[in-house]
């Protein structure tokens, strides 16, 4: 299994990014795939989790209202839409996915994990 994040970047506050997850190796539809964030010294936090059978979603509070997930099963691929982006946002985003059907924001709940896109908030 292989998870590939792309569109992370540099962006003014405010500003906005959509971050791309293709997940490749999986042979059924039916799994929880989520994003994460991390930064130096800090613990892996969850951001966003969906569900791909019945696109269940959950978001950490910190980005509801700013924060979005969804899927696109036709083309294996897992989109975070963030906007109005903070310096505190500022994060090497991860995809995750798991065997399961229930969302979730722990990262022991995951097993299978992507390289990271660093996003940059600052001005």
């Known amino acids: 299994v292989q998870l590939v994040e792309s569109g992370g970047g540099l962006v003014q506050p405010g500003g906005s990014l959509t971050l791309s997850c293709v997940v490749s190796?999986?042979?059924?539809?039916?799994?929880?795939a989520a994003w994460f964030r991390q930064v130096p010294g800090k613990e892996r936090e969850g951001v966003a989790s969906?569900?791909?059978?019945?696109?269940?979603?959950d978001l950490v509070d910190s980005v509801k209202g700013r924060f979005s997930i969804s899927s696109d099963n036709s083309k294996n691929t897992i989109y975070m839409y963030m906007n109005n982006l903070k310096p505190e946002d500022t994060a090497l985003y991860y995809c995750a996915a798991n065997l399961s059907r229930v969302v979730g924001l722990r990262a022991a709940q995951y097993y299978y994990w992507g390289q990271g896109t660093q996003v940059t908030v600052s001005s």
């Open positions: 969906i569900t791909i059978a019945d696109d269940l979603t």
């Open positions: 190796g999986l042979t059924v539809d039916d799994y929880t």
